[in-house]
């Protein structure tokens, strides 16, 4: 059995009273997505900033709806036929409980629904949506993501590998040349994928309380932090040290997904 449950955007925020029938997204009538009035979203947009821009409150949501009004981005279309997942919502599903600490016996709808921070949620089985709910944004409301893009470049490298063109045990510089004396130097594709490169880029509170920290100049490099000065991408994670021996250990970093992708 396979169950694939996506939860978008858990954003904190104080915003309870949303439609939950998939009508709060209002980019084809204002311009900008979310459950925002046209002067709310023109005023969040003035305010937004890459520090407090991330971290809570309709500055996030906002943000994480409408990512392309306040960075540079590219919508990348698909080349072939759209296959539509067909709608087969199941009732055990939404109903579906939980005991919780602070809240008691949960139902999956009843968490979606009443929990503010959730924009969205939907559980595919087999090809099919058997639960899809809509709080704080509309069905064509295109949200930011994050990290969950992860599963992504694991599945390219997956495929590149299953065509011959990838071997994950061999060193990242045989791919990248560049690479060759940077810290990165002798870590396979393996170690990357396993988040066990040792390299020296770590993502915890005290690097995003760092703007000069290697994980915030990363993002800056790829356009995040548009305030700011650019930085090259190549040079950035070629400048990278070691932290540790590669394979030594798991140790979640974002560097090594970008480096892949």
């Given amino acids: 059995t396979v169950l694939l449950a996506v939860l978008i955007g858990a954003t904190a925020c104080d915003r309870p009273d949303a439609d939950t029938n998939g009508s709060p997204g209002l980019a084809g009538s204002i311009g900008y997505a979310g459950p925002f009035t046209a002067q709310e979203a023109e ?32 919508a990348l279309g698909g080349d072939g036929t759209v296959r539509p997942l067909p709608d087969a919502s199941r009732a055990e599903v939404a109903s579906y409980a939980v005991d919780t600490r602070d809240r008691g016996t949960v139902t999956l709808d009843e968490y979606v629904t009443r929990d503010a921070r959730v924009d969205g949620f939907i559980v595919i089985h087999r090809g099919d949506i058997v639960y899809e709910r809509f709080v704080h944004m509309g069905p064509e409301d295109r949200h930011l993501y994050w990290s969950t893009s992860k599963m992504t470049a694991g599945l390219l490298v997956s495929m590149l590998q299953d065509e011959g063109l990838v071997d994950t045990s061999e060193p990242v510089e045989r791919y990248i040349p ?54 090259s991408f190549s040079a950035h994670m070629a400048s990278m040290a070691r932290g540790e021996p590669p394979g030594t250990r798991y140790e979640y970093a974002s560097a090594n997904t970008s480096l892949l992708m």
């Fill in 178 to 231: 560049e690479l060759a004396s940077s810290g990165w130097a002798e870590v396979t594709v393996r170690n990357v994928l396993d988040m066990a490169s040792g390299i020296d880029c770590p993502e915890d509170a005290e690097a995003y309380a760092d703007i000069e920290s290697c994980m915030l100049v990363m993002e800056r490099s790829v356009g995040l932090q548009p305030d700011l000065p650019t930085v």
């Fill in 43 to 74: 005023d969040l947009r003035a305010r937004w900033d890459y520090v407090s821009g991330w971290f809570g409150g309709d500055l996030m949501r906002f943000g994480h709806l409408n990512v392309e009004s306040l960075v540079g981005t590219a």
